[in-house]
């Protein structure tokens, strides 16, 4: 097990979102790996917390990478998030997340978890996510 590959998972992820004209269209590149300092927008996405599991096996050695990407804001209600958790989901697959080490195995949505912040003032949604990769 190795956790090599971790760096060029997230900015594979990273691009994937970017790429996404769906999560671009709420977003307009609101798309953090931290919170950057000052204003924030109404509505933004952060790269969460990972944890990596040994996967190793007779054929080869890798890893099973648990990550979260949260939906942060002040809008009203969950709607519009629970939109863009959506195209979050969409924009993260196989296809579109293609890290420039390792190779890929599998990448599957996991749960989600809505809930208020700040006595109500904001929400976030945290979806977790889980993605195979072996050595090449």
Same mark, same amino acid.
């Given at each position: 097990?190795?956790?090599?590959?971790? +760096?060029?998972?997230? *900015?594979? @992820?990273?691009?994937? =979102?970017?790429? #996404? !004209?769906? *999560?671009?269209?709420?977003?307009?590149?609101? *798309?953090?790996?931290?919170?950057?300092?000052?204003?924030?927008?109404? /509505?933004?996405?952060? /790269?969460?917390?990972?944890?990596? /599991?040994?996967?190793?096996?007779?054929?080869?050695?890798? $890893?099973?990478?648990?990550?979260?990407?949260? @939906?942060?804001?002040? @809008?009203?209600?969950? !709607?519009?998030?629970?939109? &863009?958790?959506?195209?979050?989901?969409? $924009?993260?697959?196989?296809?579109? @997340?293609?890290?420039?080490?390792?190779? =890929?195995? #599998? /990448? +599957?949505?996991? %749960?989600?978890?809505?809930?208020?912040?700040?006595?109500?003032?904001?929400?976030?949604?945290? &979806? %977790?996510?889980?993605?195979?990769?072996?050595? #090449?």
């Amino acid at each position: 097990m190795s956790y090599q590959h971790a +760096n060029a998972l997230q *900015v594979a @992820v990273y691009g994937a =979102l970017q790429a #996404s !004209a769906a *999560v671009q269209a709420d977003v307009a590149g609101a *798309v953090y790996d931290a919170v950057p300092a000052g204003p924030v927008p109404p /509505l933004y996405v952060i /790269l969460g917390e990972e944890e990596a /599991l040994a996967r190793d096996d007779m054929t080869g050695t890798g $890893a099973l990478h648990k990550f979260t990407v949260s @939906v942060v804001g002040t @809008v009203s209600g969950f !709607a519009d998030m629970k939109v &863009l958790a959506g195209a979050i989901c969409d $924009a993260l697959t196989p296809a579109t @997340v293609t890290p420039s080490d390792g190779h =890929l195995i #599998s /990448l +599957n949505f996991e %749960r989600a978890r809505a809930r208020r912040l700040d006595g109500g003032a904001g929400r976030q949604i945290d &979806l %977790r996510f889980n993605a195979r990769i072996e050595h #090449s």
